[in-house]
């Protein structure tokens, strides 16, 4: 029984890992498409 619970801690930890991977690249995505939109609509920011 505590082989279970260690190995499914460690399964848990790795689909949770690469669930933050993945969402990680969303956002980026989202991210340069919403820019993209931002600025094709009110235009540069001035900085």
């Known amino acids: 029984m505590p082989e279970l619970l260690f ?6 930890m790795a689909v949770s890992a690469a669930t933050a991977v993945i969402a990680a690249v969303v956002f980026r995505v989202t991210k340069k498409r919403l820019n993209a939109r931002l600025e094709a609509e009110y235009g540069k920011t001035p900085q």
Do not use: K, S
Not at 7 to 12: E, K, N, P, S, V
């Open 7 to 12: 190995y499914g801690g460690i399964a848990l």
